[in-house]
Nanobody
Framework: QVQLVESGGGLVQAGESLRLSCAASGRTFSPYVVGWFRQAPGKEREFVTTISRSGTNIYYADSVKGRFTVSRDNAKNAVYLQMNSLKPEDTAVYHC????????????????????WGQGTQVTVSS
């Protein structure tokens, strides 16, 4: 079993940047696909991005494409989400999630595919 902890959230102004981290403990992170999801107040949780266990395959939601970048450092058991040009509509609790897979290049878009979830970190973007 892997435990996930997000960090790096905060309050920023529109146009600024934040870098979120997802740290894994309990076992090595390398066998896991990792996804980022977010939930804004009063809304359902939505997909943001996902990265394959090898880091070579990545997929972004249209709403963040060109502004957010996901990366991973398996040696450090961590996945990062660099968020640039933040907008007020990016305000949400951001969660990372993980699913073990045997395939280096798979990723998953569906929330239901993921077995492990972090508690989330709040990102607030003021206008």
């Amino acid at each position: 079993q892997v435990q996930l902890v997000e960090s790096g959230g905060g309050l920023v102004q529109a146009g600024e940047s934040l870098r979120l981290s997802c740290a894994a403990s309990g076992r090595t992170f390398s066998p896991y696909v990792v996804g980022w999801f977010r939930q804004a107040p009063g809304k359902e949780r939505e997909f943001v991005t996902t990265i394959s266990r090898s880091g070579t395959n990545i997929y972004y939601a249209d709403s963040v494409k060109g502004r957010f970048t996901v990366s991973r450092d398996n040696a450090k058991n961590a996945v990062y989400l660099q968020m640039n040009s933040l907008k007020p509509e990016d305000t949400a609790v951001y969660h990372c999630a993980a699913k073990a897979t045997s395939y280096n290049n798979y990723y998953y878009l569906a929330e239901s595919a993921y077995n492990y979830w972090g508690q989330g970190t709040q990102v607030t973007v003021s206008s």
